[in-house]
């Protein structure tokens, strides 16, 4: 199976695997669907994924220079409070995280990856986050897949 495909394959796996909830707990994976919402039950703040912003990653089936960039905006509030818009980045060449009133929002993934030539409805995108506290920065390494992927172990 070429690599190629299997990080797709992989990514189907993963986000399946983050439970879409109404309520969740700082440093816990989290999944959204476009027009989704969660509640950081310690952190008194909401998380929503607005819309996919643009796909530019290299699709299966396609040679490229480089692997590309998926942007989403997300929004983050506090009760009571109008939603703070964010842009945010698949590639870790660009923001993928974010600070909002004493918690770092951060994106996980962006599924599903494009497939040549196979055109995805923006509002079937899903997004993989975790909230974390300030002081709780992801230690070295946890960019890649495989360190993802143990956060659900």
């Not at 983050?76 to 923001?95: E, I, R, W, Y």
Request: charged share 10%; with cysteine; aromatic share 10%.
């Amino acid at each position: 199976m070429s690599h190629r495909i299997a990080i797709p394959a992989f990514l189907a796996l993963f986000f399946s695997t983050i439970p879409a909830k109404a309520q969740v707990h700082l440093g816990e994976p989290f999944g959204l669907s476009v027009g989704g919402s969660v509640s950081i039950v310690d952190a008194g703040v909401s998380v929503g994924f607005d819309r996919l912003v643009y796909d530019g990653r290299c699709p299966i089936g396609v040679t490229c220079v480089w692997e590309g960039n998926a942007a989403v905006r997300v929004w983050g509030a506090v009760p009571a409070g109008a939603p703070t818009f964010f842009d945010l980045n698949s590639h870790a060449q660009f923001p993928t995280e974010v600070p909002f009133n004493g918690v770092i929002i951060r994106l996980l993934g962006v599924h599903p990856y494009p497939v040549h030539p196979v055109m995805v409805d923006p509002g079937d995108y899903r997004i993989g986050m975790v909230v974390v506290g300030t002081a709780a920065p992801l230690p070295a390494g946890t960019r890649t897949w495989g360190a993802i992927k143990a956060l659900y172990r």
